[in-house]
């Protein structure tokens, strides 16, 4: 039956284009450029210190900022193969690519802090996107890859936040004006018992602006811990 599936539905490799096994959505070759984030890297966004390593591995734009988030842990370095992924599958409704990214970002569990972390008392949840965007789109990236991923590691998932109205794309805006532009746009959602610790999902970390929003709505109504989870860092 699979090869006569593989016969009439052939796979081939998002990257490349060669034919691939019946249902990968990469080859072996191009899988080799994901690239899972091993060097030194900034204990709080991530970001790879490149040579430039701080006594305390923290990079020099997180030292002196406050964040409600206790650190991020992404997966994989960001480079043009994970790029064009996450771009298929966000904006050309590359939905047939979920289950790859969800196996991508679940390398965050290898990061030695949450290797070695008890989660019996945590929740996954998303940033979330404003109904009107979703709709656009077809769907909520970062909720979708949360409940997979959810599926995947057994560690529950609850919907915790909504954005209340649309906000402009924070890309290209500066520092003050992303902060600005995410002011009282993110509630708890007002129904659902909040728990004390949650692993916050999106697809990539840029600046940190929209999950320190998220981790600060979060804490200000009662969550004790937030560890933010994204594919890679712009």
């Given at each position: 039956?699979k090869s006569l599936l593989k016969f009439i539905f052939p796979s081939f490799?998002?990257?490349?284009?060669?034919?691939?096994?019946?249902?990968?959505?990469?080859?072996?070759?191009?899988?080799?450029?994901?690239?899972?984030?091993?060097?030194?890297?900034?204990?709080?966004?991530?970001?790879?210190?490149?040579?430039?390593?701080?006594?305390?591995?923290?990079?020099?734009?997180?030292?002196?900022?406050?964040?409600?988030?206790?650190y991020v842990v992404t997966a994989y370095e960001m480079n043009p193969y994970?790029?064009?992924?996450?771009?298929?599958?966000?904006?050309m409704k590359g939905l047939y690519l979920t289950d790859f990214l969800v196996?991508?970002?679940?390398?965050?569990?290898?990061?030695?802090?949450?290797?070695?972390?008890?989660?019996?008392?945590?929740?996954?949840?998303?940033?979330?996107?404003?109904?009107?965007?979703?709709?656009?789109?077809?769907?909520?990236?970062?909720?979708?890859?949360?409940?997979?991923?959810?599926?995947?590691?057994?560690?529950?998932?609850?919907?915790?936040?909504?954005?209340?109205?649309?906000?402009?794309?924070?890309?290209?805006?500066?520092?003050?004006?992303?902060?600005?532009?995410?002011?009282?746009?993110?509630?708890?959602?007002?129904?659902?018992?909040?728990?004390?610790?949650?692993?916050?999902?999106?697809?990539?970390?840029?600046?940190?602006?929209?999950?320190?929003?998220?981790?600060?709505?979060?804490?200000?109504?009662?969550?004790?811990?937030?560890?933010?989870?994204?594919?890679?860092?712009?």
């Amino acid at each position: 039956m699979k090869s006569l599936l593989k016969f009439i539905f052939p796979s081939f490799c998002e990257v490349c284009q060669q034919e691939t096994k019946f249902g990968q959505v990469v080859c072996s070759e191009c899988e080799s450029h994901f690239v899972p984030l091993t060097e030194e890297y900034c204990l709080t966004c991530s970001e790879k210190l490149r040579g430039k390593t701080m006594m305390d591995r923290r990079c020099i734009h997180c030292r002196d900022q406050t964040f409600h988030f206790e650190y991020v842990v992404t997966a994989y370095e960001m480079n043009p193969y994970l790029r064009h992924f996450i771009h298929t599958f966000k904006y050309m409704k590359g939905l047939y690519l979920t289950d790859f990214l969800v196996k991508c970002l679940s390398e965050v569990f290898h990061e030695p802090r949450l290797l070695e972390m008890a989660k019996e008392d945590w929740v996954l949840t998303s940033v979330p996107i404003h109904h009107i965007r979703e709709r656009g789109r077809g769907f909520d990236q970062a909720k979708l890859l949360a409940t997979k991923l959810s599926k995947l590691q057994g560690i529950p998932f609850q919907a915790t936040l909504e954005r209340v109205y649309p906000t402009q794309q924070q890309t290209g805006l500066r520092k003050k004006q992303r902060e600005g532009n995410l002011k009282h746009a993110i509630k708890v959602i007002e129904s659902e018992e909040l728990p004390d610790n949650v692993f916050l999902v999106d697809d990539v970390y840029t600046t940190g602006t929209t999950v320190n929003e998220c981790a600060k709505v979060l804490k200000s109504a009662g969550v004790e811990r937030v560890i933010v989870l994204c594919l890679a860092r712009r």
